[in-house]
């Protein structure tokens, strides 16, 4: 029971109050008598403190997580354990969203849009660092003493996820009200999912309901893979029509539709705030995973299985308890349902707004890789000098696309690219080596410039190869996650019969067709496609050859052989 540790103490912290409890913890309000200052501390329940590769593997995310030092980021203390309790000590924050979503029904623009704004920052540190949220939710949205919103929960998720593909344990890892797509249906996740999750929560603040609800986890899944949200401006027609753009943007099905990263969500929700114009939608490119990726748990195999459905607590408190487990039933099938071809909703992507709010502690960083950060050139002018070096020497950054804090312009002469690639990768910028792995550069000229990024790949690999025209403008900052797809290879037997087949990817517009028999094989980027074939020289009519789940992987060769099925006139 949570009220064992109540008046006692933990490590240093004397424990006051439970204020949460979730599937895997309890939050307590504890005192810090060192710091003089009050904590919250997460306290694992038994059965999972009792876990020794639980508490190894949640002690490892808390690590990492702790490591994330940003304001717009819960801070976490310390990390201990004392008899059978596995426990770690965070900022006290006694007030969340979800709070001030209990008092009333929603919540205005501006103050949704500036929610919006530190979270995009808070995501886009975190995934430059290597780490997917994966659980963004109202829940762990808390607010600091100065009204500025603080994401709590970095890697608890993933903590669970470990877990839970190790063990086989049927439990279902993050909030599926909030789920991305690509996370109801158990596929490769990078930070875009986490951009989805919070497009729901703008949702849910500006309207006063979430885009999709339903009986079951499994329903709320489908919804989110299948059908498109109701426009938030037919619930609450005080929404703008360019903040209703920009969570559309967020809720899209396909991730290369969104917006690609946290900072270019903050310029696109900065533009909004001061009644600007979104750039012109340009029709959306096809981009392969950035090299930020994750796994998602996959839902339990099997005829009959239990999946608890488990709402990850508030890290700090703020709510006086969080809704216990709830057993829902789920077929085997539901893999199979789920993997439906999500229609975009926007289909498009807005070109990146000059912003100069990057900072030199937000860089990527590759495995391997050392980055150069020499000093931006900038010529600034005699008015904006003296207010501009302030802002940079007190860690603020300029407000506004090329202005300084006090709003006077600010004339630059160069731009600031950043290449993100996986570390095997070879980046080629206008004809021109220039690095293995991610690269960057702060004094680009301004214009426009080609990227080619390749990997190592086996011969006839088209996707192995990506090229990319960019436009550098004058005290922008623009980045390019850029990550080429190896192949394997497919090889078709119809057991002599003639025919013709297609081979359409999953995901994507990728496709092939021939001939059958095929004497060669198909080289084809790795991920799952759909096989269709048809029997072209029989009398009798046959049934077409169907298989939806053929996966190619880097260097195999995939292999199906099959009859068709034919029959009498």
């Given at each position: 029971m949570?009220?064992?540790?109540?008046?006692?103490s933990?490590?240093?912290?004397?424990?006051?109050a439970l204020?949460?409890?979730?599937?895997?913890?309890?939050?307590y309000?504890?005192?810090d008598?060192e710091?003089?200052?009050?904590?919250a501390?997460k306290v694992l329940?038994?059965?999972?403190g009792g876990d020794?590769?639980f508490?190894?593997r949640?002690?490892r995310e808390?690590s990492?997580?702790a490591?994330?030092?940003?304001?717009?980021?819960v801070?976490i203390y310390?990390i201990?354990?004392e008899?059978?309790?596995v426990?770690f000590?965070?900022?006290?924050?006694?007030?969340?969203l979800?709070d001030?979503?209990?008092t009333?029904?929603?919540l205005?623009?501006?103050?949704?849009i500036?929610?919006?704004?530190?979270v995009?920052r808070?995501l886009?540190?975190?995934?430059?660092?290597?780490?997917?949220?994966r659980?963004?939710?109202?829940d762990?949205i808390?607010f600091?003493?100065h009204?500025n919103?603080v994401v709590?929960d970095?890697?608890?998720?993933r903590?669970l996820?470990g877990?839970?593909?190790?063990?086989?344990?049927?439990?279902v890892?993050?909030?599926p009200?909030y789920?991305?797509?690509?996370q109801?249906?158990?596929?490769p996740?990078d930070?875009?999912?986490d951009?989805?999750s919070l497009g729901v929560?703008l949702?849910?603040?500006a309207?006063?309901?979430?885009?999709?609800?339903?009986d079951?986890?499994y329903e709320v899944a489908r919804q989110h893979?299948?059908e498109?949200?109701t426009?938030p401006r037919t619930i609450n027609?005080h929404?703008?029509a360019?903040?209703e753009?920009?969570?559309?943007?967020?809720?899209a099905k396909?991730?290369?539709?969104r917006?690609?990263?946290g900072?270019?969500l903050?310029?696109?929700l900065?533009?909004?705030?001061?009644?600007g114009r979104l750039?012109?939608?340009v029709?959306a490119?096809?981009?392969?995973?950035?090299?930020l990726v994750?796994?998602a748990i996959?839902p339990?195999?099997?005829?009959?299985?239990p999946?608890s459905?488990t709402?990850?607590?508030s890290s700090t408190g703020?709510?006086?308890?969080?809704r216990e487990?709830?057993?829902?039933?789920?077929?085997?099938?539901?893999?199979?349902v789920?993997v439906v071809?999500?229609?975009?909703?926007?289909?498009r992507?807005?070109?990146?707004a000059?912003n100069?709010?990057?900072q030199?502690?937000?860089?990527p960083r590759?495995p391997?890789v050392?980055?150069?950060?020499?000093?931006a050139?900038?010529?600034?002018n005699?008015?904006?000098?003296?207010?501009?070096?302030?802002?940079?020497?007190s860690?603020k950054?300029?407000?506004?696309?090329g202005r300084d804090?006090?709003g006077?312009?600010?004339t630059?002469?160069?731009g600031r690219l950043t290449?993100?690639?996986?570390?095997?990768?070879a980046?080629?910028?206008d004809?021109?080596?220039?690095s293995?792995g991610?690269?960057?550069?702060?004094?680009?000229?301004v214009g426009?410039h080609?990227?080619?990024?390749?990997i190592?790949?086996?011969?006839?690999c088209?996707?192995?190869?990506v090229t990319r025209a960019?436009?550098?403008?004058?005290?922008?900052s623009r980045?390019?996650?850029?990550t080429?797809?190896?192949?394997g290879r497919?090889?078709?037997?119809?057991r002599g019969?003639q025919?013709?087949?297609?081979?359409?990817?999953?995901?994507?517009?990728?496709?092939?067709d021939g001939t059958i028999?095929?004497n060669t094989?198909l080289?084809?980027?790795?991920?799952r496609y759909?096989l269709?074939a048809?029997r072209?020289?029989?009398?009798?009519?046959c049934?077409?050859?169907?298989?939806d789940d053929?996966?190619?992987?880097?260097d195999?060769?995939?292999?199906r052989t099959?009859a068709f099925?034919?029959?009498p006139?």
């Amino acid at each position: 029971m949570p009220e064992r540790y109540l008046g006692s103490s933990l490590g240093k912290y004397r424990i006051d109050a439970l204020i949460g409890t979730g599937g895997f913890a309890w939050v307590y309000k504890a005192f810090d008598p060192e710091l003089e200052i009050p904590v919250a501390l997460k306290v694992l329940k038994p059965q999972f403190g009792g876990d020794a590769d639980f508490v190894t593997r949640f002690k490892r995310e808390a690590s990492v997580a702790a490591k994330l030092r940003h304001p717009n980021i819960v801070k976490i203390y310390t990390i201990g354990r004392e008899g059978d309790a596995v426990y770690f000590a965070m900022d006290y924050l006694p007030t969340g969203l979800a709070d001030k979503l209990e008092t009333m029904d929603h919540l205005t623009e501006e103050a949704v849009i500036q929610i919006g704004m530190d979270v995009a920052r808070a995501l886009g540190f975190a995934h430059r660092e290597g780490v997917i949220h994966r659980d963004i939710k109202v829940d762990n949205i808390m607010f600091d003493e100065h009204g500025n919103a603080v994401v709590a929960d970095f890697g608890i998720a993933r903590a669970l996820t470990g877990y839970t593909n190790q063990t086989g344990t049927g439990m279902v890892v993050g909030t599926p009200q909030y789920f991305a797509p690509e996370q109801a249906r158990a596929k490769p996740l990078d930070g875009r999912a986490d951009i989805y999750s919070l497009g729901v929560t703008l949702y849910r603040a500006a309207t006063g309901r979430l885009p999709f609800v339903g009986d079951d986890w499994y329903e709320v899944a489908r919804q989110h893979v299948e059908e498109s949200p109701t426009p938030p401006r037919t619930i609450n027609p005080h929404i703008s029509a360019e903040f209703e753009t920009v969570v559309l943007r967020c809720l899209a099905k396909r991730p290369d539709d969104r917006p690609t990263t946290g900072e270019q969500l903050l310029d696109e929700l900065e533009i909004v705030r001061t009644g600007g114009r979104l750039p012109t939608p340009v029709k959306a490119r096809t981009v392969s995973v950035p090299s930020l990726v994750d796994t998602a748990i996959a839902p339990p195999s099997g005829l009959v299985t239990p999946v608890s459905v488990t709402p990850t607590e508030s890290s700090t408190g703020g709510r006086a308890a969080r809704r216990e487990q709830r057993t829902v039933w789920l077929t085997g099938s539901l893999l199979l349902v789920l993997v439906v071809a999500a229609v975009p909703l926007l289909a498009r992507r807005l070109p990146d707004a000059t912003n100069g709010a990057a900072q030199d502690s937000l860089l990527p960083r590759a495995p391997g890789v050392v980055v150069s950060t020499p000093p931006a050139t900038a010529v600034l002018n005699d008015s904006a000098r003296d207010s501009t070096t302030a802002a940079r020497d007190s860690g603020k950054i300029p407000s506004r696309p090329g202005r300084d804090t006090a709003g006077r312009p600010v004339t630059t002469t160069v731009g600031r690219l950043t290449i993100i690639t996986p570390t095997e990768a070879a980046v080629r910028l206008d004809g021109q080596p220039v690095s293995a792995g991610t690269w960057r550069a702060d004094t680009m000229r301004v214009g426009d410039h080609e990227i080619v990024v390749a990997i190592p790949a086996i011969a006839g690999c088209e996707s192995a190869s990506v090229t990319r025209a960019v436009r550098i403008r004058a005290g922008g900052s623009r980045e390019e996650p850029i990550t080429p797809r190896p192949c394997g290879r497919l090889a078709i037997d119809s057991r002599g019969r003639q025919g013709r087949f297609t081979v359409t990817a999953v995901e994507g517009q990728y496709s092939k067709d021939g001939t059958i028999p095929l004497n060669t094989e198909l080289v084809l980027p790795v991920g799952r496609y759909n096989l269709r074939a048809v029997r072209t020289d029989a009398t009798e009519p046959c049934a077409p050859y169907l298989d939806d789940d053929v996966e190619i992987k880097v260097d195999e060769t995939t292999r199906r052989t099959f009859a068709f099925i034919c029959g009498p006139k």
